[in-house]
């Protein structure tokens, strides 16, 4: 991992996570540019973006508009909707917005997609939440071709989705189980895990996405902290997840593996790069942000993470990778 150029959802790339605070949206659109400029000076080579609707605490509606605005706020790092919830919108739709923000921001745009776990995100739209994933599993081959600019009919006429074709954009594949590793493996996709994946669990979606030649970043997400940890804040999300995720993902989180944290930040980095070892994963998106923690704070840790946790995150990980 060099870090030396920004490749959106490479392999070897450590993305920051952006989220909205509970704070007027004129402020919080305005915080969220903030934390992507600081990110950008700190080293990050990339920021996620995520997706819920009508309110959901922490969250925005539209992850590739926020993505818009945080590549307009800074100078080369890329932004990500990752993951999208793919099934709330027509496929072709969301493949020509994503092909025109990437003419806007050519070399920095990928994008990440999930079926979406939350029967409000699909209420709101008028749509049957049982059909998502069916809606996910029809949509991901033809967007996945679209954005190579491989798309038929009148799609094909797009001049941004025809671009994809010399300038195609990197995806990336939500992938709880080895089922969905296959999944994207299988479209050209990286793998991008859940949260809160157990390292064991992890390896296992690792080895399945490997063994169906899958050959893109399998990104890890961990939520880090470096200091005294927000304890608190990072239980009460906790509660809020498990309010609404399904059994069969929670049935894969591991007891505390939730918050990497340390009373530094190479002991943050050594702990990402032992999830690295043993989860297989090649690429990170770090989280700073849960309810209750203030921007003041999340600025302080983006600004603490470069200091310390990525030039040794990077550095340990290409001396590994060399042995």
Not at 45 to 51: A, I, K, R
């Amino acid at each position: 991992m060099s870090g030396a150029r920004p490749d959106p959802l490479a392999p070897g790339q450590i993305s920051l996570r952006i989220y909205p605070h509970a704070i007027p949206p004129r402020e919080c659109v305005a915080e969220m540019c903030h934390q992507a400029e600081l990110a950008e000076t700190a080293g990050f080579e990339g920021l996620m973006t995520s997706e819920h609707h009508g309110g959901f605490g922490g969250y925005i509606p539209n992850p590739l508009q926020l993505a818009g605005w945080l590549l307009e706020s800074t100078h080369s790092v890329w932004a990500a909707p990752c993951p999208l919830l793919l099934p709330l919108k027509h496929w072709t739709h969301v493949a020509e917005e994503i092909a025109w923000l990437a003419a806007r921001f050519p070399g920095r745009v990928g994008a990440g997609f999930a079926t979406g776990g939350l029967a409000q995100d699909f209420e709101m739209a008028e749509l049957d939440f049982s059909e998502a994933g069916a809606r996910f599993r029809a949509a991901m081959p033809e967007i996945g071709k679209a954005l190579r600019g491989q798309a038929e009919g009148e799609l094909a006429k797009d001049p941004a989705i025809a671009a994809c074709a010399d300038s195609p954009i990197r995806l990336s594949c939500a992938a709880q189980g080895p089922v969905g590793a296959r999944r994207a493996a299988r479209f050209e996709m990286g793998a991008l895990y859940d949260s809160l994946q157990t390292l064991d669990r992890m390896r296992v979606v690792t080895d399945a996405y490997h063994e169906a030649g899958g050959s893109e970043a399998c990104t890890a997400i961990r939520r880090v902290w470096i200091g005294p940890p927000p304890n608190k804040e990072v239980s009460a999300q906790m509660d809020f997840y498990r309010d609404y995720a399904p059994q069969e993902a929670q049935a894969h989180w591991g007891k505390g593996q939730e918050l990497v944290h340390g009373d530094n930040g190479a002991s943050v980095a050594e702990q990402l790069l032992e999830v690295a070892r043993k989860g297989g994963c090649d690429a990170f998106n770090l989280r700073i942000h849960a309810q209750g923690i203030s921007a003041e704070a999340v600025r302080d840790q983006i600004r603490a993470l470069g200091e310390d946790t990525l030039p040794l995150l990077r550095r340990e990980w290409a001396a590994n990778a060399a042995r």
